[in-house]
């Protein structure tokens, strides 16, 4: 099994920037990718970036590309989402999820930490 605890939402202006911060505990030796959704009121949940815990390759939406980017640190076993000239569309609850190395999906989720981008 493994915990993750989001954290960094909140209220921010168009243009302005959040961090967030998604701790794994737990079997985190398992972890094979680690990535971040979102998702809006009356929307599907949606992908947002994704990075493998070993390093070398990260991924992200079109939609955040050159705004967001995606970081890990192993020894503290946490992912982080900054997020840059946000824009009221980027509003949405957003969480963090673990792909474990034998599954091929994302198995282990989050509870969610909201963001929301003021016009």
């Known amino acids: 099994q493994v915990q993750l605890v989001e954290s960094g939402g909140g209220l921010v202006q168009a243009g302005g920037s959040l961090r967030l911060s998604c701790a794994a505990s737990?079997?985190?030796?398992?972890?094979?990718?680690m990535g971040w959704f979102r998702q809006a009121p009356g929307k599907e949940r949606e992908f947002v970036a994704a990075?493998?815990?070993?390093?070398?390759?990260?991924n992200c939406a079109d939609s955040v590309k050159g705004r967001f980017t995606i970081s890990r640190d192993n020894a503290k076993n946490t992912v982080y989402l900054q997020m840059n000239s946000l824009k009221p569309e980027d509003t949405a609850n957003y969480y963090c999820?673990?792909?474990?190395?034998?599954?091929?999906?994302?198995?282990?989720w989050g509870q969610g930490t909201q963001v929301t981008v003021s016009s």
């Open positions: 999820a673990a792909m474990v190395a034998t599954a091929g999906t994302y198995d282990y």
């Open positions: 737990g079997r985190t030796f398992s972890i094979y990718y």
């Open positions: 990075i493998k815990w070993s390093g070398g390759f990260t």
